[in-house]
């Protein structure tokens, strides 16, 4: 063999190893891009929505449990305008030239405690409602107390970007 024909040999098998590198390299990413996924749908969930969860339940069941949550989201209602009212004044009131930073924070602070109000609210209504249950209808409706609200799962391929 000539110094010509080992160059060739060289680079074809670099090339060989860069390409299995590659295909192993992805093979990795895509494994746990598939085992993430598959966590994610097993792993309890409260990406559903909160009467889904309800729909689970013996009928008898369900329409009373429906009614009083729905009785007491109703009540705690205010307390989550008002959270909204007051983020959006300190909003606003960042952005203008009146800037005040303690009657901002002040704002955020009222936001938060109206906040949770409603929250204490929901939850306390809800341990009101699982105290009232069968221990099978307490357990598939427990997942309520999840803080998790109303977050969305999404894929990686739908995060639009700013």
Do not use: C, W
Not at 74 to 94: G, H
Not at 102 to 116: D, K, T, Y
């Amino acid at each position: 063999m000539n110094a010509r024909t080992l160059k060739i040999a060289l680079a074809v098998s670099v090339a060989l190893n860069l390409f299995a590198l590659a295909a192993g390299a992805t093979l990795l990413v895509g494994r746990a891009d598939v085992e993430r996924r598959i966590d994610a749908r097993h792993r309890p969930p409260r990406d559903r929505p909160f009467m889904a969860v309800v729909e689970g339940l013996d009928p008898a069941v369900r329409d009373r449990v429906r009614e009083t949550l729905r009785a007491s989201a109703r009540a705690a209602r205010p307390d989550f305008e008002e959270t909204r009212l007051k983020r959006r004044q300190a909003t606003a009131l960042a952005r203008s030239a009146d800037f005040d930073p303690a009657e901002v924070s002040a704002l955020l602070e009222q936001s938060r405690a109206a906040e949770l109000r409603g929250r204490a609210r929901l939850e306390a209504d809800a341990v009101a409602v699982l105290a009232t249950l069968e221990p099978d209808d307490r357990a598939a409706l427990s997942e309520i107390l999840t803080r998790r609200g109303r977050t969305v799962v999404r894929d990686k391929s739908d995060r639009r970007t700013r």
